[in-house]
């Protein structure tokens, strides 16, 4: 069973940074394909980022480009969402996922709980 745990979430002001980190299971995590969603009341859940095993493949939405970055260091076993000039609209439950495999595409079959993003206006 993959544990992920995710850290970093708060409150912050509109044009601020947060970074999300997300630790995973050391004995799986390098092989591992891993993404970080976000839900938000009342909306659907967005795939935001994700990142191949060896990080020489990202995703990155059209709705965060240019804002959000997305890394991993398998050593630490731990992916990270930078977040910057964040914007009310990024206000969300985020949540990092694995699944089995090199490329980020596809199915993710394991999740954490959750971090909470609240940006204020």
């Known amino acids: 069973q993959v544990q992920l745990v995710e850290s970093g979430g708060g409150l912050v002001q509109a044009g601020g940074s947060l970074r999300l980190s997300c630790v995973g299971s050391?004995?799986?995590?390098?092989?591992?394909?891993m993404g970080w969603f976000r839900q938000s009341p009342g909306k659907e859940r967005e795939f935001v980022a994700a990142?191949?095993?060896?990080?020489?493949?990202?995703y990155i939405a059209a709705s965060v480009k240019e804002r959000f970055t997305i890394s991993r260091d398998n050593g630490k076993a731990t992916v990270y969402l930078q977040m910057n000039r964040l914007k009310p609209e990024d206000t969300a439950v985020y949540s990092c996922?694995?699944?089995?495999?090199?490329?980020?595409?596809?199915?993710?079959?394991?999740w954490g709980k959750g971090t909470l993003v609240t940006v204020s206006s």
């Open positions: 996922a694995s699944r089995e495999g090199s490329t980020w595409r596809g199915l993710y079959e394991y």
């Open positions: 050391r004995r799986t995590f390098s092989r591992n394909a």
């Open positions: 990142i191949s095993a060896e990080s020489d493949s990202t």
